[in-house]
C-alpha cells in the first residue's frame, strides 16, 4: 500500500494555501495554475534568528512555524487589505505583472508585523496600518484565528 504524506489545504479567497508537515513545506496554488512553495532551513542560525528574535517564535519548532503563519498571512493581507491576492507570492510563482517595489514592500511590511503581534503582543504599526482597531487589521486577526481553530495543529 502507497502512503502518501498527510497536507492540510487551506481555501481562500484568491488561492489555496496548503500545508505539508511530513516535508516541512508549504504552498500558494492561484486559479489560474501558478503556484509557488516554501521551505526553510531550520538549522540555518540566521532563519533561527529570525524567527525567535524578529518574530517572536519559540521552541524547536519555531522556524517551522514562522514559515508556516508567514506564508498565509501574506495571502490574508493581500486580501483584506488590498482584496487581490498576494502580490509577493504571485511574482515567486512567476507571475510577469509588473508591481511597483513599495507595494511589495508594504505587504511583507504587514507579514512580519501580525507575526510579530501574534506572538508577542507587541503592535509595530507598519507603515500605514495599524495591526489592529481598523477594519482590515481585525479582519485579518479573526481570518487567522478561525483558520487555526477550524483546522488545528496545522504545524504538524
Known sequence: MVSYPRSISIPLKYCTYEVWPDSRSVRTVFPDGLSCGAMRDESDPNNIREAREGEGYTGPDAVWRSLVDHELLHSLVAE????????????????????????????ESLVLAYQLFFNTGIECRPL???????IPGRLILSKFKAIKDQHGDIYG
Open 80 to 107: 483584506a487589505v488590498l482584496d487581490r491576492s498576494s502580490v509577493v507570492l504571485r511574482e515567486q510563482a512567476g507571475d510577469q505583472t509588473f508591481t511597483p517595489a513599495w507595494e511589495k514592500y508594504e505587504e
Open 128 to 134: 500605514v496600518y495599524p495591526v489592529t482597531g481598523v
